[in-house]
């Protein structure tokens, strides 16, 4: 019967990080940097607000694009910390960024069409894509520092491009686009019919200056990314926002609706909590990732790798070409030779092969026995 799983099902594969995290994870004594999962707890405010909405029996069916004062208050949280103004009809509360995602493209994407992607970048982006029957088209950017630019997009551009995905700041690199570059993109798009899919997931884990959504300059064809899953460690509490002008969340919602119907009560309730009372939860988080990514980054560097200096989010992407092998027999060995657990840069697209990717979302202690014995590893590899 299996032949009668649906082609793009078939085609489509688990995510490069998973598969290589799954295939290691029961080695005795490893050392694991590969998840982007924050080592910290739920604050306590936001579970409690969770077990208050189960006492009080709020365990019932919302709103489908979530009840209004939590969709009130993600607006007042991306107005107070970004500048973007959205009315409550032009949120939808999903499932974690992942399922925001999957509503948005197949909301705006058709047969054949094309969604512009900066390699390195996320593997979830993919699959999504080709269950719509559109097609990926990857830009290399590193040549730019990992950077998706207007230059670097222009030659991609063309009758079947619908969409731009802008995943800043940027899994796998950590780097971030500044006012400028979004500015140019900005420019380059206006007018043109294609959407800006912003992916900004990990907007409150920015360490230089302040995080900038291209939807301050191209509000009417962008559709905003976020969640609370880095910001407040709220990753199994699935919540996830997608922003949008009201002519599009009104198609979403008919998506969304015949998906999940609605997300979990309880996880909203403490969603709100987190973005109002908890608003600046993460800064605390990002002071001690900020520490961690110093910390790391330099001991990479003394030993001799190269890796462009990270201004968000909570990983490394260093450089392994110098060693001859492909990034997958890289990892692999560091993991029966050393112990340690990076993801092979080829999951991130064939823009991340000669390159691993490296999680600080682990305490300072776990991060100091996992790089010496990369160290070690690498001095007898020398």
Known sequence: MEHLIHSRVKNIEISGIRRFFNMVANRPDLISLTIGQPDFPTPEHIKEAGKEAITDNFTTYTHNAGFLELRQAACDFILEKYGLYYDSDEVIVTVGASQALDITFRTILEEETEVILPGPVYPGYEPLIQLCGAKPVYVDTRSNGFR????????????????????????????????????KIAELVKGRPIWIVSDEIYSELVYNGEHHSIAKWLREQTIVINGLSKSHSMTGWRIGFVFA??????????VHQYSVSCTSSVSQKAALAALTAGKNDAETMRSQYKERMEYAYHRLIKMGLEVEKPSGAFYLFPSIAAFGQSSFDFALDVVNKAGVALVPGSAFSEYGEGYVRLSYAYSLDTLKKGLDRLERYLKEKQ
């Open 148 to 183: 998706l630019s207007a230059e670097l997009i222009a030659p991609y551009l063309n009758e079947r491009t619908r969409c731009i995905v802008l995943p800043y700041p940027s899994n796998p690199t950590g780097v971030t686009l500044s006012e400028q570059e979004l500015q």
């Open 245 to 254: 002008p009201s002519f599009v969340t009104k198609h979403m919602i008919k």
